[in-house]
């Protein structure tokens, strides 16, 4: 019996010393003509709904785990490198074109694997799926599709403004918890009068595996909105 004890002793400890240290996730959803309505170079035809940014694991201060290359101690083993994760991706690799596009183009080519290379390297390799990328991207898609902010903030894209405490209050009534709003602002050369825009909705989950109960948010604002009574405009698509 001490002998079983002490197998299960051990073997618990290894899986809390394999486990990376946080406490939430986030899924970060981008509005493309946010995104591209800022003087940046963007892939012709953009979505006309909100694609993926990432999911990231967050400490219970809402800061972000730090990447695996500046602080290996996020996880107590080695994660799969990127090269090896993006081969994992095949049988998925239509919805992430899908959903988890990269909007920007690099030297005027698409490249969407650059941008799933990144969201491993800086999120995944320290979440829940250190050796299962194909399960990190996939939860992710599957969150994305569950989702959908359009149905939940309560407002349309369109040339009006919004108070930011509008939208956080519709999101709280449709799916019982805070997000948190991501504003930017576009250069005073596309608009002289600089108001914030929709830039991203992230949703916050309970640490699990998958990520699948919702909690509020920490914090319900990011970028360039800071009052919960800032005006912002959602705008349309093509712009």
Request: hydrophobic fraction near 35%; charged fraction near 20%.
């Amino acid at each position: 019996m001490n002998r079983q004890l002490l197998a299960v002793a051990v073997l618990a400890t290894l899986l809390v010393s394999v486990m990376s240290d946080f406490d939430f996730y986030k899924l970060s959803l981008q509005w493309p003509p946010s995104v591209c309505y800022t003087g940046r170079r963007c892939i012709p035809d953009i979505p006309n709904k909100f694609t993926i940014h990432g999911l990231w694991p967050q400490h219970a201060d809402d800061e972000p785990v730090r990447p695996y290359n500046e602080d290996t101690s996020c996880i107590g083993v080695t994660p799969m490198s990127s090269a090896d994760a993006m081969n994992q991706l095949g049988l998925i690799q239509g919805e992430l074109t899908e959903y988890w596009p990269n909007l920007l183009t690099r030297n005027d080519q698409r490249d969407d694997q650059g941008f799933w290379s990144h969201e491993w390297e800086n999120h995944g390799m320290c979440s829940n799926y250190p050796h299962d990328p194909f399960g990190y991207f996939h939860r992710t898609v599957l969150l994305t599709k569950t989702y959908n902010p359009l149905e939940v903030i309560g407002i349309q894209p369109g040339d009006e403004t919004h108070e930011v405490g509008t939208i956080l209050e519709a999101v709280k009534q449709n799916l019982g918890a805070y997000p948190q709003i991501a504003c930017n602002t576009r250069p005073r050369a596309l608009d002289p009068l600089r108001i914030p825009q929709l830039w991203e909705i992230r949703f916050c989950f309970n640490r699990g595996d998958p990520p699948s109960v919702l909690r509020d948010c920490p914090k319900k604002l990011a970028g360039t909105c800071s009052e919960e009574t800032n005006l912002i405009r959602f705008p349309p698509n093509p712009i």
